[in-house]
């Protein structure tokens, strides 16, 4: 595709404006002269240019609105657009953090019942949304665990986490000053329960486990887990971003979990991936309600305030009071769906990753051969031997016109190609994916070459704008300049 600047022509315009109908003056007079740029370089297209440049270009990226998204642990499902409606309504777009809490009231009662709404669905007891992420979650929850032992006067200094863990939940652990004990999953692909007996003391302030875990496996032994846990005196945090798992079926609050966070903009109709903002709010158990940041939510009568009067708080975490239009997309969404539609979510992002597994199971390896819930990992391992890489196994699924999987991950699997189909996802679309697996597999034994120079680009047949690009040297030599993308050097 050509840039737009190579499309110029000198003194094409793409806007007519009517006849000055003031008296004309020189550009020099109304700026002063060190201010003025000397030459703005702008191409120079008609309109109708400028609108199937643009046109075409949004083309050129993949996303939800235009293919499946089956990209493990991140769960990108479509999102309904109503939600994106409804965020933008006045009242809730134009309204401003530093105004008055009197003329916030309709903001403040949106958050205050979503903190509740979210309460209900995970069996927790306070809620903050300030968070912006699910890493900033985990972060938040860990320094309450922090001010809570702090308070008792308890020196603890270790975290568990598990070997499938999100990268996050290690790194949470050591920015919060905190060592970290990683145990290694059983043959099942879930905790090995010996394992964490042996590295529970009272040197532990928390364990964190995400439930079902990244494997796509439900922890079964999760309230034998916590029972243990809180024996020693620890806590235990649901990395909560599998949510979508069961929402509606079980509460991590039951589980025995005493802090976990959400990801709004996974589970909870926000879109993401492009980098937009996100939220992770996190829920507690009673005894760590007085940790939460500030201000709070506070309801009297029907009047909601700020409440800052909290002297146990670990403080402000994020500017203001988090992202506020993710909070309207999620309430909308969740009052759309209701407690019966939020159950049905759950069922069917599980019952479509089942149906996938099982269509492709006997083509690639499947390390833990059990129901999965909302996800499963293959492994790449049988078409490696013919020298075939699970990241070519990636790059030729964007040749059938689909986003590839999350790959590498869980660090567990090696080969690892993990699937997330979604619950929004009609079964013909995981039928044409199960297909275009299926066949590469096929690839895989008998053309390999094939599948090893994916993706192949347009002018070479296939559907991509460029083919395999040099990731190493697209991460190592980064080319930002203008200068040098108009010279076409990239
Ligand atoms: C996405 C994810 C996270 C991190 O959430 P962010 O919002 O990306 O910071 C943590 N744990 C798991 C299991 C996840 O899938």
């Not at 737009?4 to 008296?23: A, H, Q, T, Y």
């Not at 290690?170 to 919060?176: G, N, V």
């Not at 903002?277 to 201000?295: A, I, T």
Request: glycine share 8%; proline share 6%; charged share 25%.
């Amino acid at each position: 595709m050509k840039l737009i600047f190579e499309k110029s022509k000198p003194g094409r315009m793409g806007i007519s404006l009517p006849d000055c109908d003031v008296p004309e003056k020189k550009i020099e007079e109304l700026i002063p002269k060190n201010s003025l740029r000397s030459k703005l370089n702008l191409p120079e297209v008609s309109e109708v240019e400028v609108v199937r440049h643009y046109t075409k270009l949004s083309t050129q990226n993949y996303g939800v609105d235009t293919g499946f998204y089956p990209l493990g642990s991140c769960t990108m499902k479509y999102n309904p657009k109503v939600n994106e409606e409804i965020a933008k309504f006045p009242g809730f777009k134009s309204s401003h953090p530093l105004q008055d809490e009197g003329l916030s009231q309709g903001a403040l009662e949106l958050m205050y019942h979503l903190e509740k709404i979210l309460s209900e669905i995970t069996g927790m007891d306070g809620f903050t949304l300030q968070p912006a992420a699910g890493a900033q979650g985990e972060l938040t929850g860990l320094m309450m665990v922090k001010a809570c032992f702090e308070q008792k006067r308890e020196k603890r200094t270790k975290i568990i986490v598990s070997d499938s863990s999100h990268g996050t939940n290690p790194a949470s652990a050591s920015l919060c000053g905190y060592e970290s004990i990683t145990i290694k999953s059983n043959e099942r692909g879930t905790v090995d329960l010996e394992g964490l007996k042996r590295a529970l003391n009272e040197d532990v302030a928390c364990i964190i486990l995400t439930n079902p875990n990244t494997l796509g496996l439900f922890e079964e032994e999760i309230l034998e887990i916590t029972a243990i846990a809180h024996k020693k005196g620890a806590l235990v945090y649901c990395d909560g971003a599998n949510m979508n798992a069961f929402l509606g079926i079980a509460r991590p609050g039951d589980m025995g979990f005493d802090i976990i966070h959400l990801n709004l903009h996974k589970t909870f109709s926000t879109p993401h991936g492009g980098g937009g903002p996100g939220s992770g709010p996190v829920g507690v158990k009673k005894s760590l309600v007085p940790f939460l940041p500030k201000p709070t939510i506070k309801r009297e009568k029907d009047k909601y305030s700020l409440d800052y009067d909290k002297p146990l708080s670990i403080g402000k975490i994020k500017a203001f009071y988090g992202n506020f239009g993710v909070m309207v997309k999620a309430y909308a969404y969740l009052r759309a769906l209701g407690p019966e539609g939020l159950r049905g979510v759950a069922e069917n992002a599980v019952l479509n990753a089942n149906y996938l597994m099982k269509k492709l199971k006997s083509y690639y390896y499947l390390p833990f051969d059990r129901t999965c819930m909302h996800e499963f990992v293959l492994s790449g391992k049988k078409q490696l031997e013919k020298g075939v890489h699970t990241n070519d196994i990636a790059k030729r699924l964007l040749d059938y016109g689909f986003h590839a999987p999350t790959v590498y991950f869980p660090l567990i699997v090696s080969e690892a190609i993990m699937v997330e189909p979604t619950e929004t996802e009609p079964k013909e679309i995981l039928d044409e994916f199960a297909s275009a697996m299926i066949e590469i597999a096929q690839e895989a034994k008998e053309n390999p070459e094939i599948v090893k120079t994916a993706p192949h680009p347009t002018t070479e047949g296939g559907r991509t704008p460029v083919g395999r690009l040099d990731a190493v040297a697209a991460a190592r030599k980064p080319n930002l300049r203008w200068k040098k993308l108009d010279k076409r050097e990239i």
